[in-house]
C-alpha cells in the first residue's frame, strides 16, 4: 500500500475500523460499508454533497473525475462527487478527522436505501 495512503489511515484512527478496497486503479476508502474516500494516483479524494460541497469549493479544491468513451467513439469527461483533500490535512490531525467527518456525513446522506 501506498505511504501516502498508510499516513491518510494513521491519522483516521479516530475513526477505526476504516477498510481500504483496490478499485479505478487505487483505493476505495470505508466506513461501516460507506466509500467516503478515494485515494488514486497520490491524490485523495473525499465525498462531498449539496450540504458539504461549499466547503470544497471555498478552498478551491477540484472533484475527482475521469474520461468515458462514449457509443459514438467521442470521450466524455465525467465527475463524480468527490473532491480533492485540503493538503493541510497532512499536517493537521484533527482537521484530518474533520474533513473525513464531512466525508462521512455526505456518504451516509447519499446510502442509498
Same mark, same amino acid.
Given at each position: 500500500m501506498d505511504q501516502q495512503l498508510n499516513l491518510i489511515l494513521e491519522l483516521w484512527a479516530p475513526l477505526s475500523p476504516i477498510a481500504t478496497k483496490r478499485m479505478f $486503479?487505487?483505493?476505495g +476508502? /470505508?466506513?461501516d460499508d460507506l466509500m467516503f474516500? +478515494? /485515494?488514486i494516483r497520490g491524490i485523495l479524494y473525499l465525498k462531498s454533497d449539496v450540504v458539504?460541497? $461549499?466547503d470544497f469549493l471555498k478552498y478551491s479544491l477540484k472533484p475527482f473525475a475521469y474520461e468515458r468513451r462514449e457509443k459514438s467513439g467521442q470521450t466524455k469527461s465525467v465527475a463524480l462527487s468527490y473532491f480533492e483533500a485540503p493538503l493541510d490535512i497532512y499536517d493537521e490531525p484533527q482537521m484530518a478527522v474533520e474533513w473525513a467527518q464531512k466525508a462521512l456525513g455526505a456518504a451516509i446522506r447519499n446510502k442509498k436505501t
Open positions: $486503479g487505487g483505493y +476508502i /470505508f466506513k474516500a +478515494i /485515494f458539504s460541497r $461549499g
